[in-house]
């Protein structure tokens, strides 16, 4: 039927118009947009026999239970704190029934597609054919190639179906519609400086080196890793790089009065050959400043085929792996309202998963400025940035909050009641999530030298804290509203509704020795 429709111009118009004429089927993403970031042009579609990439997430069962499980091994009161599990543990909580397999393998194999690779959840598979076959598979989509400089994306502007019986055994299908991650979370202070040469960046560096950083929190030459068995990772979806040897560099220069080590012991993915990116190096000499002495971790996706999503691929990556550092420092964020509801609601279970399994998830909230979208002829509203918002990772910096009619209200009640997209707040001179990430690591450190287990997903345990009132150790943990949109065009004022929230007074900066205290007390 979709063939008919291209062949006949009259028809592809009306198509272009009603275009769900053409696929028979259920539309998975129906409200997924199509908006290239700016700079990606179109260079014509893709040939049949091109390959591409594409990630099934299959319909996992007893995403109920994992939610229990996550309560339990989050909440500090719960007898079983800390009892995390295993990727195998999670795999029987999680895995598709066999009927979803059976019916999705079958799909795939009438199809002609056998290259495909599973994850130890067994709830993703990440298929290769050719672009004939994705079309045929997908009625609907098409495969167009978007370039942007060195960059080449394929993606289908159109929207695809799977055939009404597999609708119940597939959340989404990955690698057609999302474009990566364009907006920075870089700071403010480094954007707009547009620090870009190596000498300008080495005098930057110069405010905010490590003894500085370390200085700012109090923390001491003692503060540093000393199990062989810790480690952090930050992970990365921006085009850029880092380099060892610049890393090697700066640790030598800036990594005076603390020991520290000078490598990145495991990068996960390939590295790109482009130079080094400021924001890729300085998470890193960041992580491994406050983490000092632990043993680092760099997921990056440079180099990823054409067809892939980034942060997706990094997600499968999580299921695939055992062994994992217990601190993530993640450096990425979309527009919430860039996202279909089935991506983010599946995306959060991705997130439950890594809680169940003990691993602490840190993103940063996202640029200031861009929090607010302008309703043409409305009132402006809040523009979450995801996962930021997501109610199962922990956010750092100030700019992010809560939008109580996005995906994350219906999940947070259990935890909060209050939300928690607040959780750290942005040192006044913009550090911020691998600095934190790199306590985080630090405090597991010295909780598993006392027994006691890794601190894993950590917004319950803050929020037990909060409630008893652990003074400095803790900042305001709130939800804040957007600075941007609070111009008094806002619609509903009530999203700045919440515990006290004081854009002045609420920030302060970590106070590392009585973090270490509040999160290490039995
Ligand atoms: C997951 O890991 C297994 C074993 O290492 C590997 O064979 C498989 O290809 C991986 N899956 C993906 C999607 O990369
Ligand atoms: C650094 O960590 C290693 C274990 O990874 C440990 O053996 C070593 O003693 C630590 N260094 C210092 C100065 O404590
Ligand atoms: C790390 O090593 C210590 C000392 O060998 C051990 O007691 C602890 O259980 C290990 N922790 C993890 C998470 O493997
Ligand atoms: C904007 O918000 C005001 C106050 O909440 C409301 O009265 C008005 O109807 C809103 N306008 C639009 C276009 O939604
Ligand atoms: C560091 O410690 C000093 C002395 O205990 C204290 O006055 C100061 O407020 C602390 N700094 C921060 C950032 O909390």
Redesign the pocket.
Known sequence: MARGCRALPAVLALCAATWSCCAAGRALERDQPFRPPPGWVLAGRVSPEHDVQLTLALRQRGTARLTRLVRAVSEPRSPQYGKYLSVEQLRDVVQPSPATLMAVLKWLQSHGVEDCRSVATLDFLECRMPVSTAERLLPGAEFHRYVKGQRSVIRSPQPYVVPEELAEHIDFVGGLHRFPAERSVVSRAWAKEGMESRGQRAAFHLGVMPSVIRKRYNMTREDIGV????SQACAQFLEQYFHQADLAVFMKLFGSGFPHRTEVDHVVGHQGQGRAGLEASLDVEYIMSTGANISTWVFSNAGRHESQEPFLAWLLLLSNMSALP?VHSVSYGDDEDSLSQAYLQRVNVEFLKAAARGLTVLFASGDDGAGCRRVPGGNHTFRPSFPASSPYVTTVGGTSFKNPFMVTAEVTDYISGGGFSNVFPMPDYQASTPVVAGMLALINDRR?QR?QP?LGFLNPALYRLRERGHGGALFDVTQGCHLSCLDGTVQGQGFCAGPAWDAVTGWGTPNFPLLLRALTAP
């Not at 199990?227 to 810790?230: D, T």
């Open positions: 199990l062989p068995n810790n217990w598993l027994g890794p």
